[in-house]
């Protein structure tokens, strides 16, 4: 995954696992507020975002250089790939 921020552009190649925590406790938050988000959620969001790139830029950068629809796609794609990571984890069942 990337991202350009003005002149500069961040490469993540890979999710850290402390994403996958990070991914639940984000969308335990969207799961009580529904699309009532006020400042500290969209604080948690952009915090989301800037740890998933190893804290490489700020998130007042992330805001400056991207609309608001562009932080959401990234949210999405951060979330899919951690959980996607658990998902290629877990164990098979037993039959």
Same mark, same amino acid.
């Not at 350009?4 to 406790?25: D, R």
């Not at 969001?45 to 250089?65: C, E, Q």
């Not at 998902?87 to 039959?95: D, M, N």
């Given at each position: 995954?990337?991202?350009?921020?003005? +002149?500069?552009? &961040?490469?993540? $190649?890979?999710?850290? %696992?402390?994403?996958? /925590?990070? *991914?639940?406790?984000?969308?335990? =938050? @969207?799961?009580?507020? %529904?699309?009532?988000?006020?400042?500290?959620?969209?604080?948690?969001? =952009? !915090? &989301?975002? =800037?740890?998933? @790139?190893?804290?490489?830029? *700020? %998130? !007042? !950068?992330?805001? +400056? &250089?991207?609309?608001?629809?562009?932080?959401?796609?990234? =949210? /999405?794609?951060? +979330?899919?790939?951690?959980? %996607? /990571?658990v998902?290629?984890?877990? $164990?098979? +069942?037993? /039959?």
């Open positions: 995954m990337k991202i350009k921020l003005g +002149s500069k552009e &961040y490469v993540q $190649p890979a999710i850290m %696992g402390i994403m996958v /925590k990070k *991914t639940l406790e984000l969308n335990k =938050v @969207f799961q009580e507020k %529904g699309k009532n988000i006020g400042e500290d959620e969209i604080d948690l969001i =952009v !915090d &989301y975002v =800037v740890l998933a @790139f190893g804290n490489r830029f *700020t %998130g !007042d !950068d992330l805001l +400056s &250089y991207n609309t608001w629809n562009e932080v959401q796609d990234l =949210v /999405k794609e951060i +979330s899919e790939m951690a959980m %996607g /990571k998902a290629k984890k877990s $164990p098979k +069942s037993k /039959k």
